[in-house]
């Protein structure tokens, strides 16, 4: 007589027990990169002013920035628009213009961020966004160390497993991994615009940002006959 062996969903027939588990790895970096927007705004009644204006006060803050090495600048947008204004008519009539121009700034070198980030509020540019981060280069090289962790540490729970059911070996079913970045340490536009030409250098903190990856996967074990006594009430 031929039983069948036990199967699993898919089908495939099983050798052993299957145990799921998850084993987790995690290192706190030093953000080293800075990622800054900004933009520039006028309203007026002359297009031609406003437009001067945001001209003037955009080369100001490019020949500001280029004095800086290690920067990547990059304009985002750029946007003319008329002012309405409603009176009571149904009628709207144009009041003025209103001007913008925004821009991104990217960096590892954080060590003068505090002296050209006070330029540029001073030359008129307003912050939208401030976040510290881990660069992806040393995000990269860290996450590959983790996994190498967490998989070491996989394998270390899957033994413990298979030790206390009196297996001798077991075997990885299945793998997945999964990695996860801190979120940017950020800061409010509206307390970086406080400061002025009169006023000390902004005293800014990178922080620190924690990298995580997870690996969770199934693992098989022999089959073992665990003897039950005879009369245990369990």
């Known amino acids: 007589m031929l039983l ?3 199967a699993n969903a898919d089908g495939r027939h099983m050798a052993g027990t299957r145990i799921s588990l998850s084993a987790t790895a995690q290192r706190e970096l030093p953000n080293d990169e800075l990622l800054v927007n900004f933009w520039i705004e006028k309203e007026g009644a002359d297009a031609v002013e406003v437009r001067r204006y945001v001209n003037r006060v955009s080369r100001v803050v490019q020949q500001r ?3 800086e090495k290690g920067l990547v ?3 985002i947008s750029r946007n003319l628009q008329p002012v309405w204004k409603s009176p009571k008519s149904s009628q709207r009539i144009r009041s003025g213009w209103r001007m913008s121009q925004a821009g991104k700034v990217r960096t590892t070198h954080l060590e003068r961020v505090s002296e050209w980030l006070d330029a540029i509020e001073t030359a008129g540019a307003h912050l939208s966004g401030l976040n510290f981060r881990i660069s992806e280069q040393a995000s990269k090289k860290a996450m590959n160390a983790l996994r190498l962790e967490a998989i070491a540490a996989f394998r270390a729970r899957a033994k413990v497993i298979a030790q206390g ?3 001798t070996a077991f075997r990885i ?3 997945n991994t999964n990695g996860t970045a801190p ?3 950020a800061y409010r536009g509206e307390m970086a615009m406080m400061a002025k030409s009169t006023a000390d250098a902004p005293i800014l903190s990178a922080g620190e940002g924690k990298l995580k990856v997870t690996i969770s996967g199934e693992i098989e074990v022999p089959f073992t006959d665990f003897p039950v006594r005879e009369g ?3």
């Open 4 to 6: 069948p062996l036990p």
């Open 65 to 67: 920035l280029q004095r």
């Open 73 to 75: 600048v990059k304009t």
């Open 165 to 167: 059911l009196d297996a």
């Open 173 to 175: 079913i299945r793998l």
């Open 183 to 185: 979120r940017p340490v």
């Open 232 to 234: 245990s009430s369990e």
